[in-house]
């Protein structure tokens, strides 16, 4: 079993990858959905941990100061992703996140972890991009931390969704803010992966499924 398709069944598995009827944060009617929030054990967040720790030592080159979980999904993300860093390549890279609300008490501020300096390489980790807004929430809190460098940014899944004209958020990302995104798989994975072929005896994407999947594609995807 190649990597790409264990993870994708640990999504099924664990209820994070989940079809239906749903809407993105974007306002988008979608037959599929990535929730991250449904990660709830100490084995599952282990294991997701090792997924973006693998992503991010494949494709993240030179050195790492800081991982960013924004504010919520993405704090359990960075810091099951910093942890495995340690355990599986010896890497103890910082942590740091956002809080929602600017504490206004104690140390105060909206940072939480490592307080970021300037000339700091910081890596983003979420767990989708939809059509972007999320990450244009991001990048000014980052900014007004520190004068930072953006190594990248690491996701579960690429939707590969058009933003905000005709192309996908990923490369108006990269396109505006010069950020490169690197998903541990696609949509288009994702089907060819579960089309037809059982997790524990259950068929996720049927061919009914998959035309719902692939018509909701035509509509908000770029070929």
């Known amino acids: 079993m190649s990597y790409k398709e264990d993870f994708v069944q640990f999504m099924v598995r664990s209820g994070v990858l989940l079809f239906g009827d749903f ?3 974007s306002g988008r009617k979608t037959p599929y959905f990535v929730n991250t929030g449904n990660y709830k054990t100490g084995a599952q967040a282990a294991k997701l941990g090792e997924y973006y720790a693998r992503n991010i030592q494949e494709h993240v080159e030179g050195k790492i100061d800081a991982l960013f979980g924004p504010a919520y999904k993405g704090i ?53 991009i939809t059509a972007g807004t999320a990450i244009r929430e991001t990048l000014p809190v980052l900014k ?41 798989v696609t949509v288009r994975e994702i089907i060819e992966i579960l089309h037809n072929n059982p ?5 996720y994407i049927d061919d009914e499924m998959k035309a719902k999947m692939e018509a909701y594609m035509e509509q908000y995807c770029v070929k």
């Open 23 to 25: 809407t993105t944060k």
């Open 76 to 128: 359990p993300l960075a810091v099951a992703a910093g942890i495995s860093m340690y355990n599986l390549f010896d890497r103890d890279i910082n942590y740091c996140f956002n809080r929602k609300e600017v504490k206004d008490h104690g140390e105060g501020g909206s940072m939480v972890g490592y307080k970021l300096q300037d000339g700091d390489r910081v890596l983003i980790v979420e767990d989708v």
């Open 144 to 184: 007004a931390a520190a004068d930072i460098e953006i190594a990248g940014m690491v996701i579960s899944v690429d939707r590969m969704e058009k933003g905000k004209g005709e192309k996908t958020a990923i490369q108006e990302v990269y396109e505006e803010f010069g950020i490169v995104t690197y998903p541990i």
């Open 199 to 203: 997790v524990d005896g259950k068929v």
